[in-house]
């Protein structure tokens, strides 16, 4: 029996995902998740995409059945990648009940329940998990704190995972990432973003190239689990 090599993009309708997931290496299968209608634009005709209505571990369940009916048997390998991430409208004091849960629920929330649904779906073996994340997370900023928040936590849910399943193969990391020039950073103002560049040993910012290769990294080397890997030219 042939095996198969499955990659799952949660959170594919981020600029940064587009930008990145088109250059990884060929996986037999590919899952792409959003709450948006829009999945990228490098999709095949073989990539399946599924849109979610509610963001729950039972509602990502029933996208993995419905999409990936298949026993543990039958993977070889499972690579997931969650984008999933929204920053802080205004400074902490300003920010509404409702912006506050909806960044709870983002950029927290949603991966947990990611990971308790490949857990539940797929049991453990050769997986790994991959959350997007951002040195400004790590080192905090005025009008991210939120952001910075829940982020970190992230550090602490791949440390948990790792323990409780890494002996099965299951693996979880965090990969922060410094300025590159795709998906929030449009944000910032340029003034603003130039002064955060310049704080990075590199100078400049980080290409794709490096990220994909970081992200190829943390696929194969299954010595990494429950980290924090930079990729930020020297920022952290």
Known sequence: MIKKKLLIVFGSSSLLAKETVRFLKASDIRL????KD???ENLNSRDL???LETVSVESIQNVLEKFLPMRRSEIEEIFVISFAGISDKSIFKD???EDIDQL???N???NVYLTSAILKHFGVGDTSLVFISSTRALLGDRGLTMYSTTKHALSGLVKGISLEYGRFGFRANVLSLGVAPVGLVNKVPEKRLREIIKRSANGRMIDVDSIVQSLEHLR???ALN???QYCDGGYY
Not at 32 to 35: E, G, P, V
Request: proline share 0%.
């Open 226 to 228: 429950g980290s924090t």
């Open 95 to 97: 920010l509404s009940q």
């Open 38 to 40: 829009k999945f990228g």
């Open 104 to 106: 709870v629920n983002v």
């Open 49 to 51: 995409h599924a849109k």
């Open 220 to 222: 194969q080397n299954r």
């Open 32 to 35: 792409f998740i959003s709450t």
């Open 108 to 110: 927290l929330n949603s």
